[in-house]
């Protein structure tokens, strides 16, 4: 005997029943919506997200494919094509042909809370169906994808992720998706993340209507580097770092801007830019075309371009 009241017992035999009628509920919520995804150099998950077949994964679980076979729950085995994909994001969408399928509802992930329950679904190692659970240790983390750009408002858990699990959804206690699983940090335990079900969301429809995701560039090399307080001074600077042009792209809307070697950001578009990071977030599909000024130090001077970004080549 522990010689705990047998209210305290009853109490907590009443929390753990209602945490696991919690994750069995929404595994059946989701899980006839969560497939494998097989390619020949091996195995991934995905979301079927309408009914009609489009699948939601992760680009680096289609990259270099353009059709790759889907297995349902049910067991049913089909092709399915390639509509778009967006290394940036780590996101893309196939589409199998198929009607009347089992398909999952996504949450407004603005509302997703530290510490709320997380449940991950897919395919560890090719184990076809797995569940893992835990909670939401983090919110609004960054993460580099494989394109080197900065993916934003990430969701940190500690729902055990492996390779395989890649592209399948997180889904909170009701049910519904809050993020797509995209990695996770080896050898450390208990750090996994998920993109944002918004951006999940809004990257998909656009790879729909499009089949990629429209930026534009500026076709420079940078880096970042610290600006000295006394040039900070001199010149009124709201950053105390900028972004080094290391080299300048023969052709380029920088190099048409009359952008140098050795020159220094600082900011672009009326935005401050601190960092190759900043620059990156915005260089959106509202700046192909449109002139922007950007303000630099060049040999300790402060000059002012105008430099028209164009849209960058597909992945």
Same mark, same amino acid.
Request: glycine share 12%.
């Given at each position: 005997m522990t010689g705990e009241p047998a209210s305290r017992l009853m109490d907590d035999s009443d929390l753990l029943d209602a945490y696991s009628r919690a994750v069995i509920g929404a595994v059946d919520a989701v899980g006839p919506a969560v497939v494998r995804i097989e390619l020949?150099?091996?195995?991934?998950?995905?979301?079927i997200f309408t009914p009609d077949g489009l699948v939601l994964t992760n680009s680096h679980v289609v990259e270099g494919e353009s059709r790759v076979r889907v297995t349902l729950p049910d067991g049913r085995a089909m092709r399915a094509d390639l509509l778009g994909r967006d290394p940036d994001t780590d996101l893309a969408v196939v589409? @199998?042909?198929?009607?009347?399928?089992?398909? =999952? &509802?996504? !949450?407004?992930?603005?509302?997703v809370r530290v510490g709320q329950v !997380?449940?991950?679904?897919? /395919?560890? #190692? $090719?184990?076809?169906?797995?569940? &893992? !659970?835990?909670?939401?240790?983090?919110? $609004?983390?960054?993460?580099?994808?494989?394109?080197?750009?900065?993916?934003?408002?990430?969701?940190? &858990?500690?729902?055990?992720? /492996?390779?395989? /699990?890649?592209g399948g959804p997180l889904v909170d206690s009701r049910g519904e998706v809050i993020g797509i699983n995209t990695a996770m940090i080896l050898p450390a335990q208990g750090l996994c993340f998920a993109i944002a079900g918004n951006t999940a969301r809004f990257i998909a429809s656009r790879l729909i209507r499009d089949g990629r995701i429209r930026r534009? #560039?500026?076709?420079? @090399? $940078?880096?970042?580097?610290?600006?000295?307080?006394? =040039?900070?001074?001199?010149?009124?600077? !709201?950053?105390?770092? $900028? @972004?080094?042009?290391a080299g300048v792209e023969e052709g380029s809307p920088a190099a048409a801007a009359g952008m140098r070697e050795g020159d220094v950001i600082l900011a672009f578009g009326g935005q401050p830019i601190a960092g190759v990071d900043d620059l990156h977030r915005y260089l959106t599909d509202d700046r192909i075309n449109v002139p922007s000024a950007v303000v630099l130090l060049r040999s300790s001077e402060r000059r002012e371009l105008t430099l028209v970004p164009q849209e960058r080549g597909g992945p």
């Open positions: 020949r150099r091996g195995s991934g998950s995905g979301l589409r @199998v042909d198929a009607a009347s399928l089992p398909w =999952a &509802t996504f !949450a407004d992930s603005r509302r !997380a449940i991950a679904i897919g /395919n560890p #190692y $090719g184990f076809q169906h797995s569940v &893992t !659970a835990g909670v939401v240790s983090a919110l $609004g983390r960054s993460l580099r994808s494989k394109s080197g750009r900065l993916m934003e408002d990430i969701i940190q &858990t500690d729902a055990s992720l /492996n390779p395989g /699990n890649s534009s #560039y500026v076709g420079i @090399v $940078g880096q970042q580097v610290p600006i000295s307080r006394a =040039a900070a001074r001199l010149h009124q600077l !709201a950053v105390s770092s $900028g @972004v080094l042009v």
